[in-house]
């Protein structure tokens, strides 16, 4: 049973779109983590959320968590091609679960000029 | 730059051979947490150490282990090696808390032939 559902896997746009992936669970997280990550490197920190509600801005990029905590999304907007590459989302559980994160499948974003 | 650093970044082994993988976490971490990600997946938790003691464990066998220095850093072995554990093989440092956020390296690429 996959604890953080990704959708959609897979997105091809075109530059100037907007777009918003999304990061659904049935459990409770103490915090949520958005990565990007590109062929052959390490997934790269984007932001962590962490309390129910928050919404936080990085450039074109938004995040919010939502106020259950077993949720969130990121929306691009204006996509560009540098935007390119797998997003994804991760969770800790906390608590006796520990600070180990749980990550999603990814949505690999294609952005093309 | 003191990030992440694995070793190797490329490896190819037999079916039936064990391998070591080394990570030096960013400078200031402690906490090292060892992924497995297979193409086109997400991370899978394999352990985190701290402390030079595993502190949690995710769904891997035995043929898993591994090991924390008392300079953090760490090893992760697989003994045995069958053609699934061909992955990516990612290391992150962390503070014991997590919620900073976790540091990737770029990983090693493990090929069991």
């Known amino acids: 049973t996959q604890l953080l559902e990704q959708s959609p896997q897979f997105l091809s746009i075109q530059e100037g779109e907007n777009l918003t992936v999304y990061c659904n669970s049935s459990?409770?997280?103490?915090?949520l983590q958005w990565y990007r990550q590109e062929p052959g490197e390490g997934p790269v920190l984007l932001v962590t959320?962490?309390?129910?509600?928050e919404v936080k801005k990085l450039k074109r990029l938004t995040f919010q968590f939502g106020d259950a905590r077993k949720d969130s999304s990121l929306h691009i907007t204006a996509a560009q091609p540098g935007d390119t590459g797998l997003y994804l989302c991760?969770?800790?559980?906390?608590?006796?679960?520990?600070?180990?994160?749980?990550f999603g499948k990814g949505t690999t974003l294609s952005v093309s000029s | 730059d003191a990030g992440v650093t694995q070793s190797p970044t490329h490896l190819i082994k037999t079916r039936g051979q064990q391998v070591t993988l080394r990570c030096s976490p960013k400078?200031?971490?402690?906490?090292v947490s060892w992924y497995q990600q297979a193409l086109g997946q997400g991370p899978q938790f394999i352990f985190q150490?701290?402390?030079?003691?595993?502190?949690q464990r995710g769904n891997f066998p035995d043929r898993f282990s591994g090991h924390q220095f008392p300079n953090y850093s760490s090893e992760l072995n697989v003994n045995a090696l069958l053609l699934g554990d061909s992955a990516l093989y990612l290391c992150?440092?962390?503070?014991?808390?997590?919620?900073?956020?976790?540091?990737f390296g770029s990983g090693t690429r493990l090929t069991v032939v």
């Open positions: 400078s200031g971490h402690d906490t």
């Open positions: 150490y701290y402390e030079e003691e595993e502190r």
């Open positions: 959320v962490v309390t129910g509600g």
């Open positions: 992150a440092s962390s503070f014991p808390t997590g919620a900073s956020g976790y540091t």
């Open positions: 459990s409770v997280f103490s915090s």
């Open positions: 991760a969770g800790a559980l906390g608590g006796q679960a520990g600070t180990a994160l749980i």
